[in-house]
């Protein structure tokens, strides 16, 4: 029998009650006691004792009301507590401030386990290295995990020390993970945290033709090529056409092709024996991958064979790269260009989208104000010097230059020197497949967004490249450097 009794704040209230216990010769089980309450387990009772019981109790004075209750607090507190601890799918370890293993959950045990299935009783069985005990401590006082060595291969360890209600130290929880799943993991994102089309900001005609024709293509079961310049939002369209595809709600894994080793990048793209890759663990999302021509020959090879020979459901494949893949070459393997290059997305420059250059500095600033509890604004000279930029680095490098720009603008108010834009620009153009008069006016293009920068004006610039006047005013036209021409 379970009860919860409630009752006044009473010096001896409690051992009025177990007397009442006693008498009626009901084995006391459990006992808990807080401010006004006193919760309690006997063996069990028929009903005329349980009644009997409770009536009793409640000629107690100072007891204000007896029921009966399916569980004791402390004991479904304990009861959950278990629960989550078994279902964490990473090994946990409970130790005591004597070093000793006080508890284990289930992958622990698993994990942990020597020849006769039994988990060590001593932390230190645990380790194989030496400075176990600092990289505990290490990791306990930092709440950073750690590499460390284990009977069962290097883990990252994670320590949460445990206290006494009262504040004193009772030991520690020690949570252990993989770390090749750890990597894995943070390569992963469920759809329903994906961004759509809403996180995409624009006001030019040219962005939106392209949001237009992602919508057309985002729900085609085929590859998907991005192609732009680095920083031009390659990835949020990534993510956009995701949300966009009936496999909206299922798992979206980015894989960058530029920081991933190539051995690394084999297992985690294809598995081994132990374990499976993310292309068949995620056969029902999308897989995204970014700077895809510097995959290594090996496993674009592996890719290629892997797209070609399975039929059942899989991964849809969506990459990005700087140009269309036909375009590298040797560097890239002709039988997944041709497995990849259905479909494609052409990602504007932010030079070829001046247009989206102020609203995208607002949103920026925007985010930056709210997150850092500023109310920082833009010039109208800061605003025109954005638009009259080349923007190399795209939209990340003009995120990157307002942030710098907050750090250092006085009165709340970003003005051009603060932008730091006067540096030099790359003014390589992308010739390959081009006539040579489309070529020189790629390359004379590039060369006038360079020097504009530094002179815009149409008489200073002429000055400095040492023709005229009017030649440069109308090479500005043509180019459509700026709209307004200073003469």
Same mark, same amino acid.
């Given at each position: 029998?379970? #009860? ?6 009473? @010096? /001896? +209230? ?10 009626? !010769? %009901? ?57 989550? #601890? ?6 946990? @370890? /409970? +130790? ?10 289930? !992958? %622990? ?19 194989c290295c030496e400075d176990w005990q600092e990289k505990i401590n290490a990791a306990g006082s930092s709440h950073l995990p750690v590499m460390i060595a284990t009977t069962a291969g290097k883990m990252l360890l994670d320590v949460q020390a445990t206290q006494s209600p009262e504040g004193q130290m009772t030991g520690a929880m020690l949570h252990f993970r993989n770390q090749q799943k750890v990597m894995a993991s943070g390569m992963v994102m469920q759809g329903a945290e994906i961004e759509g089309l809403d996180a995409l900001v624009y006001r030019s005609q040219l962005f939106e033709q392209l949001l237009q024709r992602a919508k057309s293509v985002a729900a ?268």
């Amino acid at each position: 029998m379970k #009860l919860a009794i409630t009752t006044e704040n009473k @010096l /001896g +209230i409690t051992d009025d009650v177990l007397s009442v216990i006693r008498a009626q !010769q %009901a084995d006391l089980i459990k006992l808990e006691v807080g401010d006004g309450k006193i919760f309690l387990q006997t063996q069990e009772l028929d009903k005329s004792a349980q009644g009997t019981m409770a009536s009793l109790l409640m000629k107690i004075p100072g007891v204000k009301w007896v029921n009966q209750i399916d569980v004791l607090p402390m004991v479904e507190q304990q009861n959950m507590l278990h629960s989550l #601890l078994e279902s964490i799918p990473d090994p946990v @370890l /409970g +130790i005591n401030t004597k070093g000793q293993i006080a508890y284990t959950n289930k !992958q %622990a045990q698993q994990m942990f386990a020597t020849e006769n299935n039994k988990v060590p009783s001593k932390m230190k069985e645990i380790f194989c290295c030496e400075d176990w005990q600092e990289k505990i401590n290490a990791a306990g006082s930092s709440h950073l995990p750690v590499m460390i060595a284990t009977t069962a291969g290097k883990m990252l360890l994670d320590v949460q020390a445990t206290q006494s209600p009262e504040g004193q130290m009772t030991g520690a929880m020690l949570h252990f993970r993989n770390q090749q799943k750890v990597m894995a993991s943070g390569m992963v994102m469920q759809g329903a945290e994906i961004e759509g089309l809403d996180a995409l900001v624009y006001r030019s005609q040219l962005f939106e033709q392209l949001l237009q024709r992602a919508k057309s293509v985002a729900a085609v079961e085929a590859p998907l090529c991005l192609i732009g310049e680095a920083g031009t939002g390659k990835t949020l369209l990534a993510h956009a056409c995701h949300k966009l595809s009936e496999r909206k709600n299922r798992l979206f894994t980015s894989v960058d092709c530029q920081t991933v080793k190539a051995e690394a990048l084999e297992q985690l793209l294809f598995g081994n024996k132990h374990k499976l890759g993310v292309l068949e663990l995620n056969e029902t999302g999308t897989v995204f991958f970014s700077h895809i021509e510097l995959m290594s020959e090996h496993v674009q090879q592996k890719l290629n064979h892997f797209l070609s020979t399975r039929h059942e459901k899989k991964a849809r494949i969506i990459i990005s790269s700087a140009k269309r893949l036909h375009q590298y070459g040797n560097q890239m393997n002709s039988g997944l260009v041709n497995q990849l290059d259905i479909l494609r997305l052409d990602v504007p420059a932010l030079r070829d989208r001046k247009e989206d250059i102020e609203a995208l500095a607002v949103r920026f600033l925007q985010q930056f104000n709210e997150q850092m509890g500023k109310q920082v604004s833009l010039s109208v000279d800061a605003v025109s010097r954005m638009n009259r930029h080349y923007w190399p680095g795209n939209v990340s490098q003009l995120r990157n230059s307002l942030y710098k720009a907050m750090m250092v603008a006085k009165d709340d108010l970003i003005t051009p020197a603060d932008l730091e834009l006067d540096s030099g620009v790359s003014i390589e153009a992308e010739l390959e497949g081009l006539t040579l008069p489309e070529a020189v006016n790629e390359f004379e293009k590039h060369f006038l967004q360079h020097w504009y920068q530094k002179y815009p004006s149409s008489r200073k610039l002429a000055a400095q490249l040492g023709v005229s006047h009017t030649t440069i005013a109308q090479k500005i036209n043509k180019y459509q450097l700026n709209q307004t021409v200073e003469i």
